[in-house]
Structure formats: C-alpha cells, structure tokens
Nanobody
Framework: QVQLEESGGGLVLAGGSLRLSCVASRSIISAGVMGWYRRAPGKQRELVARISRGGITNYADSVKGRFTISRDDAKNMMNLQMNSLEPEDTAVYYC????????WGKGTLVTVSS
C-alpha cells in the first residue's frame, strides 16, 4: 500500500509564504497526474493544483498566481509553494493522484491569521 506523507504546514500571517512537501513511500509520483487538495473547516475537500507527468499545471481560480506546484520524480516528491497567503487558505492540505486513487495521508495543517 502506497503511503503519502505531507509536511511543511504551520501558522503564518496573511501575506506570508509556506512550502508544502509530499513524499510517497514508493515510486508513484512519476506515474501520472498528481494534485494538492485542501479541506477548509466546514467545507468539502477541493483540488487546488495538479501537475502532469510532463509538468503541465492547473490551478483553482482561488489560488492562481499565488501557488506553484512542482514535482521531483527522482525523489518521489511533490511540492506546493504558497505565496501571498490569505486567511481563506486556512485548511488541511493533502496530496494524492488526480483523480484520487490512493488512500489519504494525514495532511498538513496550514493556518493563516489576519
């Protein structure tokens, strides 16, 4: 069973930045489209960014221009650089394939204070 582990979350002031990382227990990140998801308090989980094996990226309108997704297949790693963070970005962030094919990891909590 492939395991996903997210890290890099924390508490940041509005306008600040964080860099999230996702590591897979074995080589699956290079297998196809990977994505970063988030679940804000009281809301459903949503896809915020995805990246294809060839590096093509797509972003939710709410994060476009502020977030950057990247992948390092050699390290089975994927990152999410988050800049100009807003309180509305407060959520638990998860990585998975897109569409979702794997069990969810524990996620990493991002809290943005105003």
């Amino acid at each position: 069973q492939v395991q996903l582990e997210e890290s890099g979350g924390g508490l940041v002031l509005a306008g600040g930045s964080l860099r999230l990382s996702c590591v897979a227990s074995r080589s699956i990140i290079s297998a196809g489209v990977m994505g970063w998801y988030r679940r804000a308090p009281g809301k459903q989980r949503e896809l915020v960014a995805r990246i294809s094996r060839g590096g093509i990226t797509n972003y939710a309108d709410s994060v476009k221009g502020r977030f950057t997704i990247s992948r390092d297949d050699a390290k089975n790693m994927m990152n999410l650089q988050m800049n100009s963070l807003e309180p509305e970005d407060t959520a638990v962030y998860y990585c998975n394939t897109a569409p979702v094919l794997l069990n969810w990891g524990k996620g990493t909590l991002v809290t943005v204070s105003s």
